[in-house]
């Protein structure tokens, strides 16, 4: 069975770091590119970051210079550092990767971590 299982979510004050991490298992003969999305309670599910296989990256605007996303292929685990953390980057953070599971490709998810930041 495909999985993926996040960590890393918490509480921290405004200005303050959080790492988070999502790790792929199961019988996957891919990982294609992979993204961090955030959803905020009353808002739409919205896409933070995109890293794809060759380690291309791109960015949310509100994002951009704060966080890093990164990947190690080795163990199917893409990562969001999370710095200079504001208030309104409270959300619950999801995972979502494109894997190729033989016969054919699809995206899963993550179930999701909890990120709170405190003013």
């Known amino acids: 069975q495909v999985q993926l299982v996040e960590s890393g979510g918490g509480l921290v004050q405004a200005g303050g770091s959080l790492r988070l991490a999502c790790a792929a298992s199961g019988s996957i003969f891919r990982v294609n590119d992979m993204y961090w999305y955030r959803q905020a309670p009353g808002k739409q599910r919205e896409l933070v970051a995109t890293i794809n296989s060759g380690g291309s990256t791109s960015y949310a605007d509100s994002v951009k210079g704060r966080f890093t996303i990164s990947r190690d292929n080795a163990k199917n685990t893409v990562y969001l550092e999370m710095n200079s953390l504001k208030p309104e980057d409270t959300a619950v953070y999801y995972c979502?990767?494109?894997?190729?599971?033989?016969?054919?490709?699809?995206?899963?998810w993550g179930q999701g971590t909890q990120v709170t930041v405190s003013s």
């Open positions: 979502k990767a494109l894997l190729t599971v033989l016969p054919g490709r699809r995206d899963y």
